[in-house]
Every structure is written in C-alpha cells, then in structure tokens.
C-alpha cells in the first residue's frame, strides 16, 4: 500500500504562488508517475500535471506556463509549483501514485485563489 501525504494549500491572491507537496511512504522507483489533479465544486476531477519515473512531464493546457511539477527522490515527495494562480485555479488538490496495480490518492489539500 502506498501512503500520500499532501500539505502547502491555502488562500492566496490571484497573482501569487504556493508549492504543494505531497510525501510518499515508499520510493519514486515503486511509483510508475505521480499526478496532480484537482477539483472546483460542481466540476469533474482534472489532471493538471503528471511526472514519470523516467522524469519527463505534461501538464494541461490551462497550468502551461504557470505550474510547474517536480520531484526529490531522496525525500519521496512530489511538489507542484503554482505561479500567477488565478481565481479559476480555485479547487481541492489531490496527489495520485500510479502503480503497477493500483492507483492511490492523496487526502486533497484546498487552494483557494481570490480575485
């Protein structure tokens, strides 16, 4: 079983920053890619960045540019930098770890962005 642990949400201004983590409890060489995604209130939950085991990342079209999905083996965490959040980028942040059996979640962490 793999547990997440997800922390660095909260309220910031449209403009601002804030880094998620998310702590794994085995190593990025169990995990096959780590997700981010997200959730607003009445929406469906979207991938907004994904990075492999090989280290090579996507992001969706609406965070290009803005957010920025990166990794420390040694510590098994995974981070998104959110830069220029918008109002829009509003909404509960989930982690994913993706194996070779199952998928495993985060508990979601809130980010909310105020115009």
């Known amino acids: 079983q793999v547990q997440l642990v997800e922390s660095g949400g909260g309220l910031v201004q449209a403009g601002g920053s804030l880094r998620l983590s998310c702590a794994a409890s085995?190593?990025?060489?169990?995990?096959?890619?780590m997700e981010w995604y997200r959730q607003a209130p009445g929406n469906q939950r979207e991938s907004v960045a994904r990075?492999?085991?090989?280290?090579?990342?996507d992001y969706a079209d609406s965070v290009k540019g803005r957010f920025t999905i990166s990794r420390d083996n040694a510590k098994n965490t995974v981070y998104l930098q959110m830069n220029s959040l918008k109002p829009e980028d509003t909404a509960v942040y989930y982690c994913?770890?993706?194996?070779?059996?199952?998928?495993?979640w985060g508990q979601g962490t809130q980010v909310t962005v105020s115009s």
């Open positions: 990075i492999t085991r090989s280290g090579s990342t």
């Open positions: 085995v190593t990025m060489f169990s995990i096959n890619a």
């Open positions: 994913k770890a993706l194996t070779g059996y199952s998928d495993y």
